[in-house]
């Protein structure tokens, strides 16, 4: 993840420009709180107070959280505010803001609500808390006014036709009390009587003191059914506080680097790990070469990196004595070139004679010859022509203990392939985070058809996936 801090350290820093603009500059809320009550109005005296019925509260909890949110309470509330406009596009926008200010929570197994406003600014908080909870218990009253008018006309021509009924059993009774002469049928016919004229007497009572309450409401009597108990407050600490908001964009803009680093580390092509070259090819001979910097620290760099296949190039010099090296890549500009003349160079300077022939008859021959200045090396530089590579080869093997061979990588397969021309070594050169994976496992399958060959592949511009100072 590393070697994409310089990306990282980008999207850091246009993230965390723009969160703590945003976190600098967006207003603070600060909230008021009305806690309000809504008592179930009886009007029957014969009904028990249950305090904890759940059927009942679960359905005023439904009601009021229902109908203080909505539209129609919305729009009572903004009318009050005096925010109601002409332009219905400002009206709508001043509604979607009280609605979005607006949060109503009951309290479990009570009748208590808390209603909290959101305003950029505390006492504006505190007006709108007031202002919706007066509008609301106006709402409630006229409601409780509509339906004790109902109740009142309701219960009028119930009791009228109670009235009736109790006139007439009180008629009926006075008759079986004049002295008339009673059978056991007509004393069960008085006691029957007596029980319905109690009943009704009592439903007669029942439905007066329903009319009373009723009446009481409708003369504005201070029963009603919404209660404030607490009267609306503000806290002049925001809900969020800046410095919160500030170590919020900082985090953010940390995720947002975060995941730069993951999706372009999913998103690369390129060979950047050893593991990358074990995985295509299944071997373990690879070698990794850091970015070595300037041609004048590569003397003093260079050689120690080289060991595994300059053993390997000394051991079949020894055996065999002569050692044909191809040095190919995938691509142009993996380096090709300078570790080729690196390794030679560093050959010649074991007292071993050898040679440096360049078949990329494309490229400059400045960075050889930079390199291979007064190191015993010879330099060629020739067209791959086969008959007269194959009689130059010939020649030189009679010359030379260890020839290079810098292979063009447009050529690679052509040299590669032809087993008149085998070589001893092949170094493969992969550059990192250049080479792309594809390109890498074309290569490895032209050169499978070599069994012969030695392979080494070299992870040239190689970058430790940890820093140094995270390795101490």
């Not at 059993?169 to 002469?181: C, H, P, S």
């Not at 690196?342 to 400059?364: E, F, G, P, R």
């Amino acid at each position: 993840m590393f070697r994409w801090q310089k990306i990282a350290w980008i999207v850091l820093i246009l993230s965390l420009t723009v969160n703590m603009y945003i976190a600098l500059s967006i207003p603070l809320k600060y909230e008021s709180e009305v806690i309000i009550q809504r008592k179930q109005v009886r009007f029957s005296s014969s009904v028990e107070d249950k305090e904890f019925d759940i059927t009942r509260l679960t359905s005023e909890i439904q009601r009021t959280v229902t109908l203080l949110k909505s539209r129609f309470m919305i729009e009572k509330w903004n009318d009050a505010l005096k925010m109601t406009s002409s332009d219905p596009d400002i009206n709508e926008k001043n509604i979607s803001k009280l609605r979005n200010s607006l949060a109503v929570k009951p309290v479990n197994f009570t009748d208590f609500f808390v209603i909290k406003v959101k305003t950029p600014d505390p006492r504006e908080s505190e007006r709108k808390a007031d202002v919706l909870a007066k509008v609301y218990i106006s709402w409630d009253l006229d409601q409780s006014r509509q339906q004790a008018q109902q109740m009142i006309s309701l219960l009028s021509n119930r009791m009228k036709l109670i009235r009736k009924d109790l006139s007439e059993l009180r008629g009926k009774q006075k008759l079986y009390k004049r002295g008339e002469v009673l059978n056991l049928s007509g004393s069960v016919a008085v006691e029957e009587m007596q029980a319905s004229l109690q009943a009704k007497e009592k439903l007669y009572d029942t439905l007066t003191f329903e009319m009373e309450q009723a009446e009481r409401q409708l003369e504005g009597d201070k029963l009603r059914q919404i209660h404030i108990i607490a009267t609306p407050t503000v806290s002049l600490k925001p809900i969020i506080p800046r410095s919160k908001l500030i170590l919020i964009a900082i985090v953010l803009s940390l995720i947002l680097m975060f995941q730069s680093i993951i999706f372009m580390e999913w998103q690369d092509p390129s060979v950047r790990r050893i593991g990358d070259i074990y995985g295509l090819s299944n071997t373990d001979n690879v070698i990794t070469i850091p970015r070595l910097g300037k041609i004048e620290y590569w003397e003093k760099d260079y050689a120690a990196f080289f060991t595994p296949v300059l053993s390997s190039i000394l051991s079949t010099m020894e055996s065999k004595g002569f050692c044909l090296v191809h040095i190919l890549s995938p691509a142009h500009g993996d380096g090709k070139t300078a570790i080729g003349s690196l390794l030679a160079k560093t050959v010649a300077l074991s007292n071993k004679s050898c040679c440096l022939i360049n078949l990329d008859v494309k490229k400059t021959v400045d960075l050889s010859n930079k390199i291979l200045e007064s190191s015993g090396v010879s330099y060629f530089q020739m067209e791959p022509d086969k008959q007269e590579f194959e009689k130059v080869i010939g020649q030189l093997r009679r010359t030379y203990q260890a020839v290079f061979l810098d292979i063009a990588s447009h050529h690679g397969g052509y040299f590669c392939n032809n087993h008149e021309r085998q070589a001893d070594i092949t170094c493969l050169i992969v550059k990192a985070g250049k080479t792309s994976r594809n390109l890498l496992k074309t290569s490895i399958m032209r050169l499978s058809s070599n069994t012969n060959q030695k392979l080494t592949y070299i992870l040239n511009y190689y970058e430790e996936p940890i820093p140094k100072w995270l390795r101490r």
